[in-house]
Nanobody, 123 residues
Framework: VQLQASGGGLVQAGGSLRLSCAAS????????VGWFRQAPGKEREFVAG????????TYADSVKGRFTISRERAGSTVYLLMSSLTPEDTAVYYC?????????????????WGQGTLVTVSS
């Protein structure tokens, strides 16, 4: 499975961005997908996850209420809508897919990773 993350860019604080994670070569409709991020000098952290059907989502406390993860019903694209962005959200954002259908915050459960897309939030 190859994942392609896109949609990053420069945005002012308070603005919004929508990231996309598209899978190629193989469908991920039966797999959980997660978004992670890594800020400069910091470890990678879980941001949001969604199960195979889209019925269950999980968010890090730092983004709860501001970010929304969703997925196409019959496709291989997962989205992360980010609103009310702050400079603290600046990071490279990665999407990843798990072999399981249930969402998890554990990065070790995700086996296929995209290349990352940079989000920069200016104050």
């Amino acid at each position: 499975v190859q994942l392609q993350a896109s949609g990053g860019g420069l945005v002012q604080a308070g603005g919004s961005l929508r990231l996309s994670c598209a899978a190629s070569k193989r469908t991920i409709t039966n797999n959980a997908v997660g978004w992670f991020r890594q800020a400069p000098g910091k470890e990678r952290e879980f941001v949001a996850g969604i199960n195979w059907s889209g019925a269950t989502t999980t968010y890090a406390d730092s983004v709860k209420g501001r970010f929304t993860i969703s997925r196409e019903r019959a496709g291989s694209t997962v989205y992360l809508l980010m609103s009310s962005l702050t400079p603290e959200d600046t990071a490279v954002y990665y999407c990843a897919t798990s072999r399981t259908s249930s969402t998890t915050t554990d990065s070790s459960r995700y086996v296929y990773w995209g290349q990352g897309t940079l989000v920069t939030v200016s104050s």
